[in-house]
Nanobody, 115 residues
Framework: QVQLVESGGGLVQPGGSLRLSCATS????????MGWFRQAPGQQRELVAG???????NYADSVKGRFTISRDNAKNTMYLQMNSLKPEDTAVYYC?????????WGLGTQVTVSS
């Protein structure tokens, strides 16, 4: 059974930074695509950033220039570096992975941006 485990969420002031991590239970190179999604209360889950197996990245317009997605194949971990955080970035952030065998989700980590 494939597991994705997020960590690194928390409470941060506006303008601050956080780095989220997503550890996978199997080789991260087996995932064709991995991404970070978020869901705020009362809103639909949305894509924040994604990265494919060759390193191509895509970002939501709302986070371009502030967030950076990366993956470390040796550590089987994906990251989301979040800078210049805004209150509207407050949400539960989910790790997502897609392989030839299926799609997988983590349980999420809460990010709260507030003064």
């Amino acid at each position: 059974q494939v597991q994705l485990v997020e960590s690194g969420g928390g409470l941060v002031q506006p303008g601050g930074s956080l780095r989220l991590s997503c550890a996978t239970s199997r080789s991260i190179s087996s995932f064709r695509y991995m991404g970070w999604f978020r869901q705020a209360p009362g809103q639909q889950r949305e894509l924040v950033a994604g990265i494919d197996s060759v390193g191509l990245r895509n970002y939501a317009d709302s986070v371009k220039g502030r967030f950076t997605i990366s993956r470390d194949n040796a550590k089987n971990t994906m990251y989301l570096q979040m800078n210049s955080l805004k209150p509207e970035d407050t949400a539960v952030y989910y790790c997502h992975g897609r392989s030839a065998l299926g799609m997988y989700w983590g349980l999420g980590t809460q990010v709260t941006v507030s003064s």
